[in-house]
């Protein structure tokens, strides 16, 4: 079963989780703590450089930018 506290942390961190599956959501609500904190923290990083990693944009997988 899935952690929603965990769920709620993303969302809190700007991810818009309305677009993923309810598989998508049992994976993401599973992750470590270890692994929200590296979610996070490249989605931080990612904000930072929003001008030129949006220019440079490859493909979106699951609605996370690679």
């Known amino acids: 079963m899935r952690d929603e ?5 993303l969302r809190a961190e700007g991810y818009a989780l309305e677009m ?3 598989e998508q959501l ?3 609500g599973n992750l ?3 692994e ?3 979610l996070v923290d490249v989605g931080h990083r990612l904000a930072e ?3 030129e ?3 440079h944009v490859a ?3 699951g609605g996370l930018f690679f």
Do not use: C, H, Q, Y
């Open 5 to 9: 506290r965990k769920l709620d942390l």
């Open 20 to 22: 993923f599956s309810d």
């Open 26 to 28: 049992e994976i993401l």
């Open 32 to 34: 470590s703590e270890n």
């Open 36 to 38: 929200i904190g590296v």
């Open 49 to 51: 450089e929003e001008p």
């Open 53 to 55: 990693t949006s220019a």
């Open 59 to 61: 493909m979106t997988i």
